[in-house]
């Protein structure tokens, strides 16, 4: 099982950035697609958007679309998501997370409490102040 570790949450005004990353253990990074998720407390957690083993297909959500992008450095067993232009409505506790043979085209659509989702992060929070 993979272990990941969030960080680079933290307090923005609206309109703002912020970079998160999300480092894996193991050396079998680069045969997972990733993810990241989100949650408040009013709210079930909601997918973000995946990124592919490689890197080359990504997929959003369309409340992020055209603001956030997922990339990932399979070297550096780490994936970011990039937050530009954050709305208050961002403002949530934000994961990554994997699971075996999932791809990211499946992560975009799953439920996110699905068994397949076998490793999360602990999460880092995100506000963002209007």
């Known amino acids: 099982q993979v272990q990941l570790v969030e960080s680079g949450g933290g307090l923005v005004q609206a309109g703002g950035s912020l970079r998160l990353s999300c480092v894996a253990s193991?050396?079998?990074?680069?045969?997972?697609?990733m993810g990241w998720f989100r949650q408040t407390p009013e709210k079930e957690r909601e997918f973000v958007a995946s990124?592919?083993?490689?890197?080359?297909?990504?997929y959003y959500a369309d409340s992020v679309k055209g603001r956030f992008i997922i990339f990932r450095d399979n070297a550096k067993n780490t994936v970011y998501l990039q937050m530009n232009s954050l709305k208050p409505e961002d403002s949530a506790l934000y994961f990554c997370?994997?699971?075996?043979?999932?791809?990211?085209?499946?992560?975009?659509?799953?439920?996110?409490?699905?068994?397949?989702?076998?490793?999360w992060g602990q999460g880092t929070q995100v506000t963002v102040s209007s």
């Open positions: 997370a994997t699971g075996p043979s999932l791809t990211a085209q499946a992560m975009s659509t799953m439920e996110p409490r699905s068994d397949g989702l076998s490793s």
């Open positions: 193991g050396r079998t990074f680069s045969s997972y697609a």
């Open positions: 990124i592919s083993r490689t890197g080359q297909v990504t």
